[in-house]
């Protein structure tokens, strides 16, 4: 059985970092491409970031490019995402996405594994 779990969430004041890692188990997650979503208090889920499964081609929300940094281990079979210079506005649930379809990462849709999440919260 796939599981996605997340950690690495937690309170940080504003201008802080903190590391997500999601890690993934049930099978071999070379061949798909993973990702985060967030979704923040009364807002509906939003992309933040995809990486590709084979080039590891990145992609990022305007909101976050330049502060986060996604990457991953296929050894361990890991994503894992660097936030940097956190704003108030980053508080959020975030949610690990895993997907053979690298536009399924990027969009949410038809995504094929979701982790439970974890809570980031940006004091100021």
């Known amino acids: 059985q796939v599981q996605l779990v997340e950690s690495g969430g937690g309170l940080v004041q504003a201008g802080g970092s903190l590391r997500l890692s999601c890690v993934a188990s049930?099978?071999?997650?070379?061949?798909?491409?993973m990702g985060w979503f967030r979704q923040a208090p009364g807002k509906e889920r939003e992309f933040v970031s995809a990486?590709?499964?084979?080039?590891?081609?990145?992609y990022y929300a305007a909101s976050v490019k330049g502060r986060f940094t996604i990457s991953r281990d296929n050894a361990k079979n890991t994503v894992y995402l660097q936030m940097n210079s956190l704003k108030p506005e980053d508080t959020a649930v975030y949610y690990c996405?895993?997907?053979?379809?690298?536009?399924?990462?990027?969009?949410?849709?038809?995504?094929?594994?979701w982790g439970k999440g974890t809570l980031v919260t940006v004091s100021s």
């Open positions: 996405v895993v997907d053979r379809n690298l536009v399924s990462v990027r969009t949410g849709s038809g995504v094929d594994y």
């Open positions: 049930g099978r071999t997650f070379s061949g798909y491409a």
């Open positions: 990486i590709s499964r084979s080039t590891g081609s990145t």
